[in-house]
């Protein structure tokens, strides 16, 4: 039997034309013409269960992510901030492990999030995956370049520390590259690219983790202080805004798309692939949540790299390993945007030189259009620490928690042992409660954060 492989969409095939041509007049003698269309998007992904780890690794374990841990523990105190930090690696690994189950739920595959809620909850699933899709992945974008631009001015400070460049130059660099690396097609073709994200994103939690025990261990212990900071309300806030910033560290809106890249058996690749990835999360994340706040206390710095002052080399190291990572993670999330303007701007697929230089023209444009948006939005307002939130709550916690415990509930996907199904019945109608209340305290606390940090500084201020 032949292979198949999609790209962009498309067909390629290593069959003769005269073996394409036999299988189709098979097929559309034996199929309908809607079963027709449904079979030629029946394309099997090539990618293995290690290519999902690593794109789920390089969408979920950023330093954009797991660097503000130690700020939302300390914003929640020892015992809230552990226990919330564990609570949503658990509930994101078991959500993660059901939208891998519900790839072929009635029996066709459901290639992106938006089609896979539409499969369950109809139109109003479609266009609310869409719209929290969108929300994730541009604020998520935001947040990257802010801090892709953090970790690129930190390098060149120590490099030359009267330089006059800003923030917001390397902002605009960083932005440059990544309008470099979108003109690669898909998801899979990014496939190299994550697999370096993914030693990259080890390397910048084994330095920034070696570097802050020695910087903790320089301090002298006695002046740390680990109790909450400020007045009632601000207390109340700051814990309202950790509770998004835990949320954004676990987001991934793109499991059904990475899935897509996946062969056969998808499920079983996919949730290994899964599994895969949280072991490197879960090495990751807790270490430098819990020594970060341990080195820092409560005055640890929204951005761990900011807290470290010694020795100068090693934070160089950990920053390069931050844009490294970031640079394959800034990719997998604007691609949800890319495929919405491409289905409706590319509409010529043929390999003709006239229509594949059109196609790439198209490509380059909308392409530009939105990293320039994006750079925009992150140099006028480079508050790193409001944006995670924001996008936490409002695009991550729906997508990660929430969505996926009901879609399995609605599915009908329980298992026929009765006493198991109504456990986890029980368990997803709770965390879907659970991170709902988490979704609007989070949404409320990142907004206050934003309306003081406007008042505070000026558009594009140099942080």
Not at 224 to 242: E, T, V
């Amino acid at each position: 039997m032949s292979s198949h492989q999609a790209e962009s969409g498309k067909w390629t095939t290593t069959q003769s034309k005269s073996d394409v041509h036999v299988e189709d007049e098979e097929i559309q003698a034996g199929l309908g013409s809607e079963d027709v269309k449904d079979h030629e998007h029946e394309v099997s992904g090539t990618g293995t269960w290690k290519h999902a780890a690593f794109h789920v690794a390089t969408t979920i374990a950023t330093p954009a992510a797991y660097a503000p841990l130690p700020f939302a523990i300390a914003s929640l105190g020892w015992p809230l901030g552990v226990s919330s930090l564990v609570a949503a690696t658990l509930a994101t690994w078991y959500s993660s492990l059901l939208i891998a189950s519900l790839w072929r739920w009635n029996g066709k595959k459901h290639v992106t999030y938006r089609l896979l809620a539409e499969s369950i909850f109809g139109f109003w699933g479609y266009y609310s995956i869409a719209f929290f899709q969108q929300v994730a992945s541009i604020g998520n974008n935001v947040a990257i370049q802010i801090a892709a631009g953090s970790s690129l001015k930190a390098i060149y400070k120590r490099c030359d520390t009267h330089g006059t460049l800003t923030l917001q130059h390397f902002i605009i660099f960083f932005g440059v590259f990544e309008l470099f690396l979108s003109q690669l097609p898909d998801i899979h073709s990014l496939r190299w690219v994550n697999g370096l994200c993914t030693l990259s994103t080890i390397g910048f939690a084994g330095t920034t983790i070696g570097v802050t025990i020695y910087n903790g261990k320089k301090i002298d212990r006695e002046t740390i202080s680990y109790s909450l900071q400020g007045s009632s309300s601000a207390k109340r806030f700051a814990a309202f805004n950790a509770l998004g910033t835990i949320a954004f560290s676990f987001g991934d809106a793109m499991l059904p798309e990475i899935q897509n890249t996946v062969r056969e058996p998808a499920v079983k690749n996919m949730q290994k692939g899964v599994s895969a990835a949280y072991s490197v999360i879960v090495s990751t994340y807790w270490q430098l949540a819990i020594i970060g706040f341990w080195a820092f206390g409560s005055q640890v710095q929204p951005y761990i790299v900011d807290s470290l002052t010694v020795p100068k080399w090693t934070i160089v190291m950990a920053n390069i390993f931050a844009v490294v990572q970031i640079s394959g993670c800034y990719q997998i999330y604007c691609r949800p945007t890319y495929a919405y303007f491409e289905e409706r701007l590319v509409s010529d697929t043929s390999n003709s030189s006239a229509s594949m230089f059109r196609n790439r023209l198209v490509r380059l444009t909308f392409t530009s259009v939105y990293i320039v948006v994006i750079t925009l939005v992150a140099s006028a307002m480079p508050f790193f620490v409001d944006f995670v939130s924001i996008c936490g709550a409002i695009g991550f916690t729906p997508l990660d928690f929430v969505f996926p415990v009901l879609a399995f509930l609605k599915a009908g996907k329980m298992p026929r042992n009765r006493l198991l199904c109504i456990s986890m019945r029980i368990l997803n109608i709770a965390i879907a409660a659970w991170f709902s209340v988490v979704a609007v305290l989070g949404c409320v606390g990142a907004i206050r954060f934003v309306v003081e940090d406007v008042k505070t500084y000026k558009f594009f201020h140099d942080m």
